[in-house]
């Protein structure tokens, strides 16, 4: 499977920002790729946080709207709580639109780790 590369995790305390990163293989047709942000608490199922279509349409989870920001390449995480802490995963979908299940992205990331302490 194919792997992006993501970076910018991290510790911080409540209210503090990070900014995640995730890198494509050149090889990837961009042209029809949507981007997602996933993260799995231990013990918890995966979540989707956050996806941006090649179109530029954004969609987020209710528990981080007017927080997180995306873009094709990045995800700002503003305001974070200790609820926000997770592994984060980058995620890509060669296709239109950007689908809710896992089992349909066709790349991710390795995880990220984010700490967010009170």
């Known amino acids: 499977q194919v792997q992006l590369a993501e970076s910018g995790g991290g510790s911080v305390q409540a209210g503090g920002s990070l900014r995640l990163s995730c890198a494509a293989p050149?090889?990837?047709?961009?042209?029809?790729?949507?981007m997602a942000w996933f993260r799995q608490a231990p013990g918890k199922e995966r979540e989707g946080v956050a996806a941006?279509?090649?179109?530029?349409i954004t969609t987020y989870a209710n528990s981080v709207k007017g927080r997180f920001t995306i873009d094709t390449q990045h995800l700002q995480m503003n305001s974070l709580k200790p609820e926000d802490t997770s592994v984060y995963y980058c995620?890509?979908?060669?296709?239109?639109?950007?689908?809710?299940?896992?089992?349909?992205?066709?790349?991710w990331g390795q995880g990220t780790q984010v700490t967010v302490s009170s």
């Open positions: 995620a890509g979908f060669e296709g239109g639109g950007c689908p809710a299940s896992t089992d349909q992205y066709h790349y």
């Open positions: 941006i279509t090649r179109d530029g």
């Open positions: 050149g090889y990837i047709n961009s042209r029809y790729y949507c």
